[in-house]
T-cell receptor
Framework: GENVEQHPSTLSVQEGDSAVIKCTYS??????FPWYKQELGKRPQLIID?????GEKKDQRIAVTLNKTAKHFSLHITETQPEDSAVYFC???????????FGSGTQLTVLP | DAGITQSPRYKITETGRQVTLMCHQT?????MFWYRQDLGHGLRLIYY???????DKGEVPDGYVVSRSKTENFPLTLESATRSQTSVYFC???????????FGQGTRLTVV
């Protein structure tokens, strides 16, 4: 089955700095790569996703980059704010797939 | 209200007891999922369903039973609860593959 590794497990940054979280996957047939944000005590919610036919996608301060050859993708958050503090999960799914496989999560803390 | 809801939100049960966690969605999504969330493990898939009366095992199905007699409901039963099943359980739904998954609020289950 699919294996997804996420790094780092914890990340602390100063407010205004950038944060980068990276995931690697094993199944070359994977073609859908979403990122979910989970605030403390809340449910995970989708923040951005990318499909394998594009290399980068941006949404305001958030961007995701995909390297299909190397089988890794990354979440980039610029100008971090305290409300960005949360656990972030990457996920992977193959074409026509029925289930997402999640990474183990990254606890991001933005220090004021 | 439209959405996906879980009940109960919190449950304490004794070892060996049977307990059922409920999940209800109002979107008529085809796919429904049960995940458990444990520190350091991210979100692990227990079972999923592609439609009414169609269910399949995920990564960690042992000790759990599911059913889906109606599209909108996907209950998860622990037939004989064990302490290792203490966890936060999330139900999710989506329309089809490679699309956003929507999560319920979660059920915090403690087995004593």
């Amino acid at each position: 089955g699919e294996n997804v590794e996420q790094h780092p497990s914890t990340l602390s940054v100063q407010e205004g700095d950038s944060a980068v979280i990276k995931c690697t996957y094993s199944d070359s047939a994977s073609n859908y790569f979403p990122w979910y944000k989970q605030e403390l005590g809340k449910r995970p919610q989708l923040i951005i996703d990318i499909r394998s036919n594009v290399g980068e996608k941006k949404d305001q301060r958030i961007a995701v980059t995909l390297n299909k050859t190397a089988k890794h993708f990354s979440l980039h958050i610029t100008e971090t704010q305290p409300e960005d503090s949360a656990v972030y999960f990457c996920a992977v799914e193959r074409a026509g797939g029925r289930q997402l496989t999640f990474g183990s999560g990254t606890q991001l803390t933005v220090l004021p | 209200d439209a959405g996906i809801t879980q009940s109960p939100r919190y449950k304490i049960t004794e070892t060996g007891r049977q307990v059922t966690l409920m999940c209800h969605q109002t979107w008529s999504h085809s796919y429904m999922f049960w995940y458990r969330q444990d520190l350091g493990h991210g979100l692990r898939l227990i079972y999923y369903s592609a439609a009414a009366d169609i269910t399949d095992k995920g990564e960690v199905p042992d000790g759990y039973v599911v059913s889906r007699s109606k599209t909108e409901n996907f209950p998860l039963t622990l037939e004989s609860a064990t302490r290792s099943q203490t966890s936060v359980y999330f139900c999710a739904s989506r329309e089809r593959g490679n699309t956003e998954a929507f999560f319920g609020q979660g059920t915090r289950l403690t087995v004593v």
